[in-house]
């Protein structure tokens, strides 16, 4: 198969799918994210949205198919053990020659794939400051006994300094020694994608970002999400319920229904797909 | 913005550190030696390392670990076996013909040995225990320091741990007093020298948790999936932060050996690892000023201040009743239970010194407002 033919591509799902035990989440899920784009993953509740975002970020192993990020597989896999017999999807045997890639989720972070999480989750005992700070952590170039005796002085500085940028870019510099679980929720959410931000990613997934928003709050984030994309050179991948936001701000969308793509498209397109509208509203019975 | 935390609490807790070594000193060279005030600093400072390095596992990484006391005794018996005058060993070790190891090192080089020695048990028992989460790993620390504790009596290795049988001879706190040509002591160090090992660890300690890697610790106590998320490798981290921690329980393993003057095998059972368990709960977990305060505060009470419960006493011609040999434990454990059930948190809760300062200065300030 093609490994990287599209040189824009950051992003490429290939034939996924994710069974737990008898039960498949996501079946067969192929797509893709280019340079720039901000691309929406939407579907009903339990459509298999996050178990997506679970697969590309090494939180799960999906059963079969690969991911690739900047046409590099940094997730290989396909039906083994109990699996080959119980294996409920299509596509079984296409990758069994291939090698097997496992990356945990924080070489994936070191890639340049940062997230946020449906449920946010911050670090509950610390300040907004340091919590920005812990995403800096993993490009250090210090080990344990020169960050103990302080010999990286410099690279602590440019962290802090760093962080304190992020912070002011996304408003929250006033609340920066706040606990962060003292915050407001639609600051928290703010908070969640500066810690993500301070990893140095290409690819920002958000999943959810405007959960538990008012209007005004969400048509804010939509501005927030565009201008972090322009300024950090970003391309965002995101779950949203939220239909303004995501026809507001998205340049495709994918539209999951019990782990089935269901249509494809830009926002007009979907708006007037009928497989959508039936998977949001229900058919009619005639 | 204001990110710059005021340098003045961290001022005060330094001159209040130095004030008390500096107290130390005073007193050990004009209270007599015998004094119970020097066992209880003595003790005390090394559980109080013991108890922080504890805390850098339990408070900071959230790894619940019960192997201490299992480290603590590599610690102890490494530092004995390596500084045991060779002109003794042929007297300590009588039943395996003076032992194997016929040299000795320099004490400082046997104390970083003996934290060296636990660090790579730590390792070796990292590989498959960190895997567990929660109870079960405590259960199998436990375990594993069990094992170790039974490994070292076992008389197959007894040319080099002595079976059994104790170690003793080896240099102990009363040889860092300085004596003049007479052998009479000049200058008092006995108590001064393991506060000043103590300090110099806690310190380390302290400044690794303040550090990027700390900042990373306290992620993964905090929530693993979203610290993972960021980029943190947590199997690595936690086996840092474990190596370390046994790294300095090693340390204070050797401290004990010389405070006790003997080391045998036997006395390094779990109830010594629950004893530094409740000093780190008592002083609060993720403290490390908490947990220096309760240690003092606990080897003070189980040593000096409840020793009366321990013996008949008279009010008068009344007989105080209940008290006899083993009521102090009794009223210790259920001051325990009531440290437990009704201060969860602990004397500072997950707060250190200076913050207090700092929050009282802070109230201060918007007083003026």
Redesign the interface.
């Given at each position: 198969m093609s490994e990287a033919v599209n040189k824009n591509e950051v992003l490429r799902l290939e034939n996924i799918t994710m069974q737990f035990g008898g039960v498949v989440a996501i079946n067969n899920l192929s797509l893709e994210v280019n340079q720039g784009e901000i691309v929406a993953l939407i579907g009903p509740n339990g459509a298999g949205k996050t178990t997506a975002f679970n697969c590309i970020t090494g939180v799960y192993e999906p059963t079969n198919g690969i991911v690739y990020f900047h046409g590099r597989p940094i997730v290989v896999n396909h039906p083994q053990g109990k699996m080959v017999k119980q294996y409920g999807g299509i596509n079984g045997d296409m990758y069994k020659d291939r090698k097997l890639v496992v990356h945990t989720p924080d070489r994936i972070t070191h890639m340049g794939i940062a997230r946020t999480f449906q449920n946010i989750r911050l670090f509950k005992s610390q300040t907004a400051f340091d919590n920005v700070l812990i995403g800096t952590h993993l490009r250090k170039m210090s080990n344990m006994f020169t960050a103990t005796f302080r010999l990286n002085a410099k690279e602590e500085k440019a962290n802090r300094e760093k962080t304190a940028q992020l912070l002011e870019i996304v408003g929250l510099a006033d609340v920066a020694n706040e606990l962060a679980t003292s915050l407001p929720y639609g600051k928290q959410r703010r908070l969640e994608i500066a810690r993500a931000l301070a990893t140095d990613p290409t690819l920002l997934l958000l999943d959810e970002p405007a959960a538990g928003m008012n209007p005004q709050e969400t048509d804010e984030l939509g501005e927030f999400i565009v201008d972090i994309k322009n300024r950090f050179n970003l391309t965002v991948f995101m779950i949203e319920h939220h239909m303004n936001l995501v026809m507001d701000i998205s340049d495709r969308i994918y539209v999951l229904d019990f782990g089935k793509q269901i249509a494809e498209g830009t926002p007009e397109e979907i708006q007037k797909n009928p497989v959508v509208i039936a998977a949001y509203l229900g058919v009619e019975e005639e | 913005?204001?990110?710059k935390r005021s340098k003045k609490p961290m001022i005060i807790t330094l001159a209040l550190v130095a004030a008390v070594y500096i107290a130390v000193f005073i007193a050990e060279q004009q209270l007599p030696a015998t004094s119970m005030l020097f066992t209880v600093l003595k003790k005390g400072a090394v559980y109080a390392l013991v108890a922080v390095s504890m805390n850098l596992l339990n408070g900071f990484t959230g790894i619940f670990s019960l192997g201490q006391a299992g480290f603590m005794l590599v610690g102890a018996y490494v530092y004995g076996i390596f500084t045991i005058p060779v002109v003794q060993r042929a007297a300590v070790y009588q039943y395996f013909d003076g032992g194997v190891i016929q040299f000795t090192v320099p004490i400082i080089v046997a104390v970083i040995m003996a934290g060296l020695a636990a660090a790579f048990f730590a390792f070796l028992i990292g590989l498959p225990v960190l895997r567990l989460k929660s109870d079960y790993l405590a259960i199998a620390t436990l375990g594993f320091a069990e094992i170790i504790r039974a490994i070292f009596q076992w008389n197959g290795l007894g040319p080099v741990t002595n079976g059994s049988n104790m170690l003793r001879a080896f240099p102990n706190f009363n040889d860092f007093n300085i004596k003049d040509t007479q052998g009479n002591v000049t200058v008092y160090l006995s108590t001064l020298i393991p506060f000043i090992m103590a300090g110099v660890c806690i310190l380390?300690i302290v400044?690794?948790i303040n550090?990027?890697?700390g900042?990373?610790l306290?992620?993964i106590?905090?929530?693993e999936?979203?610290?993972?998320?960021?980029?943190?490798?947590?199997a690595h981290h936690k086996r840092?932060a474990f190596c370390?921690s046994s790294f300095f329980a090693g340390v204070g393993g050797a401290m004990l050996a010389m405070y006790q003057t003997t080391v045998q095998a036997k006395s390094f059972t779990s109830a010594m690892t629950y004893e530094i368990l409740l000093i780190v709960v008592i002083g609060g977990i993720?403290s490390v000023t908490g947990s220096v305060f309760s240690s003092f505060l606990f080897v003070a009470c189980s040593e000096w201040w409840l020793r009366f419960l321990d013996e008949q006493q008279t009010i008068g011609d009344f007989q105080v009743p209940l008290l006899r040999n083993g009521f102090r434990l009794v009223v210790f454990s259920i001051i325990i239970m009531i440290v437990v059930l009704f201060f969860r948190r602990g004397i500072m809760g997950?707060k250190e010194l200076p913050d207090l300062l700092s929050r009282r200065a802070g109230k201060k300030g918007r007083a003026v407002k």
């Open positions: - | 913005m204001n990110l380390l400044l690794l550090s990027s890697y900042r990373a306290k992620a106590r905090d929530d999936v979203a610290a993972e998320a960021m980029g943190i490798n947590l840092l370390v993720g997950d």
